[in-house]
């Protein structure tokens, strides 16, 4: 028989005070670990998936959306730029690398990213099992997506249109899985991703099913792209020659070019061209955004400036956008974790008010401790224990019930946005707020405590 | 064993109270009889240092009181001085026999179970010991009562009305067992009451 397990026997002999006390605290532990864990991997994830890129080009809009959507995969793309406004970039000498990215479309609800292998590279993202890509219509599926869509080497699925599922289907275009990569932790698990020419002839099909041709773009503002459709038979030869030239160019040889008539006053100019044509037909193909790496700091601080005040496209730096977004973020994670420091205080009110009771209603029992030859000091201890248990349980009990809400967003969030969270063991921080608490708990049973000094015992078992 | 000289206590309302001089010799038993609101009780509280006196002073087994510090007289008491109430006194939180064992608890030897369970027993406690002490019946409470004032051997016992919620027959059982545990522990007994059905055991009597 010790004083813990008497303190223990008198905290649960009061079970809805100790609920109480426990909930309020428990409550609060939990908000404030949760706003701490989710800031936290939220951050972690989102710096994460921009770590590769210091830049991204896209269709003039939000700066903001064309990194959620470019980088993070989260939102809708700002629209469509040419290759050839950017072309620029590619060999600029500030710039290391230029990886271009295409997508509109998706597969019960996971993104097709048609872009170049060298994002996976990017990714650090490695093959689980099967190839990378070679061809049109071979994707390799991230980690997260494949066990989710259940997708296995060799299965084959049509997109839909649009970012969503449910989208309009592209029937005649069925993609094959070729390989399943590792886990990266990134944006990367969940994704479908294929080499870019895909994006682009499952659009262009989908666009003119009514007569099996073109690229998507012709539809919209890509006049010169259905110019070149128009000769492309004369220049079958060149494409043999010039295996320099962009991957995206395949995408047209097959096209026909019927409707196309109304381009032929144009033809002859285009011929003389020869290869340069090549360049003009990738040039004129679009993409929704290019991720850039820059080679030289100053290219972060000249570029972006230079492309939005000089060009059509503009250009986000995904490290400010983030950090701006974590800004707002931050200002609500501020407000939950003043709320939840308010129950904190009123729950460290509550154990003080239920400690203060306690001794009030036991004076007698205190009393009676004392002519046992219990010390005065043990008395107090034996506040502070239940003080102590009272707080530990209710930071242990908080603890787990803001990881579980973690857990359950994680879930909701994967199904959504494809992000995950993991259930981490406990921080730095939050060991950090656990001392706060215990000496919030220590601090209300030394107050709760103080008429245990002033105990008059002869006069305390006299009274009824 | 147990002596009072020129005990004084003065309530807050500064009305002195003087009792008279105890002496007891070991295994030497008193009755403190009088009247209602005579201070009975506060006489036993100053005998086992819960008070402190006014002026005089309360020897136990050949040491005063006072001169001992508030830490010293709590483990002093503790070891040597048995207390049965008049209003019965117990952790409600704890069941019969952790009651007893926390009792032991304090004390510097180890905890003797050998004790609790003859205790027990004698007091017919035995079956209970796992009951919460507030599903005790009256009497149960008042032999569990004496069993805690017992339980480390105390060199003397201060019993305030130890009979008073008892009927006959109890309470000549209560009075036979107090008695022989005096006796095993050759203990001193000082009993507080008006009860005439105790008058009769004991010979030596103070009156207030």
Not at chain 1, 8 to 28: A, D, E, F, H, T
Not at chain 1, 120 to 130: C, D, F, H, V
Not at chain 2, 62 to 86: A, H, T
Not at chain 2, 129 to 141: F, R, W
Request: hydrophobic content about 40%; glycine content about 8%; proline content about 3%.
């Amino acid at each position: 028989m010790n004083l813990g397990y008497l303190a223990y026997k008198n905290m649960v002999s009061k079970p809805l005070n100790l609920l109480l006390s426990l909930l309020l605290l428990s409550l609060s532990v939990s908000l404030v670990t949760f706003v701490l864990q989710l800031n936290k991997q939220l951050s972690g994830q989102l710096n994460k998936n921009i770590a590769p890129f210091d830049m991204v080009v896209g269709a003039k809009g939000s700066p903001l959306q064309l990194v959620l959507s470019s980088v993070l995969h989260i939102d809708a793309p700002t629209g469509n730029i040419k290759l050839k406004d950017v072309a620029m970039l590619q060999n600029h000498p500030f710039v290391e690398k230029t990886i271009p990215v295409s997508y509109g479309d998706n597969y019960k609800g996971y993104r097709l990213l048609g872009t170049e292998l060298e994002y996976l590279e990017k990714y650090n993202a490695k093959l689980q099992e099967g190839r990378l890509f070679q061809k049109s219509f071979e994707v390799v599926v991230g980690n997260g997506a494949a066990t989710r869509l259940n997708l296995a080497l060799g299965d084959t699925f049509t997109s839909s249109h649009g970012l969503v599922d449910g989208g309009e289907g592209h029937d005649h275009h069925p993609y094959e899985v070729v390989g399943i990569l590792q886990p990266t932790g990134s944006v990367v698990d969940q994704l479908l991703i294929s080499n870019l020419e895909s994006v682009w002839e499952a659009h262009s099909h989908d666009d003119s099913e009514h007569n099996e041709s073109s690229n998507e773009h012709h539809d919209h503002d890509s006049h010169e792209n259905e110019e070149e459709h128009g000769n492309h038979n004369e220049h079958d030869h060149e494409h043999e020659n010039h295996e320099h030239s962009h991957e995206g160019h395949e995408a047209h040889e097959h096209h026909e070019h019927e409707e196309h008539d109304h381009n032929h006053e144009e033809h002859d100019h285009k011929e003389h061209e020869g290869h340069d044509h090549d360049h003009e037909e990738d040039e004129n193909l679009e993409i929704t955004s290019l991720l850039v790496k820059f080679k030289s700091p100053l290219g972060m601080v000249q570029l972006p400036r230079f492309i939005n005040e000089n060009t059509s496209v503009q250009a986000a730096l995904p490290g400010f956008e983030i950090q701006r977004l974590m800004g707002l973020l931050g200002s609500g994670a501020t407000t939950i974790n003043g709320i939840a420091l308010a129950i904190l205080l009123v729950s460290g009110l509550s154990i003080f008010i239920s400690l203060l009771k306690t001794i009030r209603e036991r004076r007698q029992e205190l009393a009676l401790l004392r002519t046992y030859g219990f010390q005065t000091k043990q008395l107090l201890g034996l506040a502070l224990l239940e003080g102590l248990f009272l707080a530990l349980i209710g930071f242990v009990s908080g603890w787990v019930l803001g990881r579980l809400g973690i857990w359950i967003l994680s879930g909701y969030m994967s199904a959504t946005y494809g992000y995950t969270f993991q259930v981490n063991g406990p921080e730095m921080i939050e060991l950090s707020l656990m001392v706060v608490i215990l000496i919030l708990a220590i601090f209300a049973a030394l107050m709760a405590s103080i008429s245990i000094f002033k105990l008059n015992v002869a006069k305390t078992l006299s009274n009824e | 064993m147990v002596k009072t000289s020129s005990l004084t206590y003065a309530y807050g309302d500064g009305q002195e109270m003087v009792f008279p001089d105890i002496d007891l010799s070991p295994g030497q038993h008193l009755l403190i009889i009088g009247p209602s609101g005579i201070g009975k009780t506060t006489l036993l509280y100053l005998m086992a240092g819960l008070l402190p006196p006014l002026k005089g002073n309360v020897a136990i087994d050949g040491k005063e009181l006072d001169s001992l510090s508030r830490r010293e007289m709590d483990k002093f008491r503790g070891e040597q001085i048995g207390l049965i109430f008049q209003q019965y006194h117990f952790i409600k939180s704890l069941n019969v026999q952790d009651n007893l064992l926390l009792r032991q608890s304090v004390l510097k030897d180890p905890i003797d179970k050998q004790r609790r369970l003859q205790l027990t027993k004698r007091l017919g406690l035995s079956e209970y010991l796992d009951k919460k002490v507030t599903e005790l019946s009256q009497g149960q409470q008042q032999r569990l009562s004496i069993a805690l004032g017992l339980i480390h051997r105390p060199k003397i016992i201060l019993a305030d009305e130890p009979t008073s919620n008892l009927d006959d027959m109890n309470c000549v059982k209560v009075i036979n067992l107090l008695k022989e545990e005096a006796e095993i522990c050759k203990s001193s007994l000082v009993i507080i009451t008006h009860d005439l059905r105790v008058m009769s055991h004991f010979q030596n009597r103070v009156e207030l």
